[in-house]
């Protein structure tokens, strides 16, 4: 059944145009946390947790986890544009994720976990270059943003087992996300604004 739905996320460009669906791709440290964050976001359709930003065709988590394929663990959001806006999913973004850092993410080292947000056509980096810039001005911390934004690559859909992780290893997720320290930064970094 995932696979299948894999499938359709990845049809999303032609069947999503007639139901008047959108596409988002975010990278912020561990797809399973990424994948957390915007399941909650009213508006979204759907998340596939994969990888970006390599080279090498349909690689695997084993390879990319070595850190030598030139990806980053990314998610795909298809979402209702009627619902939901890309400046809320950006926000969203920002407020969940660390930008102070190149190649890490709380507990998780090395380029298959930089941040970035990945436009797919030129409203979107528009928006996205605002928003660095709006945060960079109004940032809570001192630390400099240093997220990239660069154009969207081809997607690769991790395997079965990455796919709701969260959901269906709720206890083993818990452990993981506390333990690497994720909520603890984000509150210190953004504090004020992921209460509200």
Same mark, same amino acid.
């Given at each position: 059944?995932?696979?299948?739905?894999?499938?359709?996320?990845?049809?999303?460009?032609?069947?999503?145009?007639?139901?008047?669906?959108?596409?988002?791709?975010?990278?912020?440290?561990? &797809? =399973?946390?990424?994948?957390?964050?915007?399941?909650?976001?009213?508006?979204?359709?759907?998340?596939? *947790?994969? $990888?970006?930003? %390599?080279?090498?065709?349909?690689?695997?988590?084993?390879?990319?986890?070595?850190?030598?394929?030139?990806?980053?663990?990314?998610?795909?959001?298809?979402?209702?544009?009627?619902?939901?806006?890309?400046?809320?999913?950006?926000?969203? &973004? =920002?407020?969940?994720?660390?930008?102070?850092?190149?190649?890490?993410?709380?507990?998780?080292?090395? *380029?298959? $976990?930089?941040? %970035?947000?990945?436009?797919?056509?030129?409203?979107?980096?528009?928006?996205?270059?605002?928003?660095?810039?709006?945060?960079?001005?109004?940032?809570?911390?001192?630390?400099?943003?240093?997220?990239?934004?660069?154009?969207?690559?081809? &997607? =690769?859909?991790?395997?079965?087992?990455?796919?709701?992780?969260?959901?269906?290893?709720?206890?083993?997720?818990?452990?993981?996300?506390?333990?690497?320290?994720?909520?603890?930064?984000?509150?210190?970094?953004?504090?004020?604004?992921?209460?509200?």
């Amino acid at each position: 059944m995932t696979r299948f739905l894999l499938v359709l996320f990845l049809l999303a460009p032609a069947l999503g145009q007639g139901q008047g669906l959108a596409k988002a791709t975010f990278a912020a440290g561990c &797809f =399973w946390c990424t994948e957390e964050a915007f399941d909650k976001v009213p508006g979204v359709v759907s998340t596939v *947790s994969g $990888y970006m930003g %390599g080279e090498m065709k349909n690689p695997s988590y084993a390879l990319v986890s070595t850190g030598r394929t030139g990806h980053t663990e990314v998610l795909q959001v298809a979402y209702d544009p009627k619902k939901l806006s890309y400046e809320k999913l950006l926000e969203t &973004f =920002w407020l969940n994720h660390d930008p102070t850092y190149l190649d890490r993410q709380f507990c998780d080292h090395g *380029s298959q $976990y930089r941040p %970035g947000i990945f436009f797919h056509d030129a409203e979107q980096k528009r928006l996205a270059e605002a928003s660095r810039a709006r945060w960079q001005k109004d940032k809570p911390f001192r630390e400099p943003i240093v997220t990239p934004i660069e154009a969207a690559g081809e &997607f =690769w859909p991790a395997e079965d087992y990455h796919q709701d992780y969260y959901k269906k290893n709720p206890a083993r997720y818990r452990f993981y996300v506390t333990g690497c320290g994720r909520y603890d930064r984000l509150d210190q970094l953004w504090g004020k604004y992921r209460a509200k």
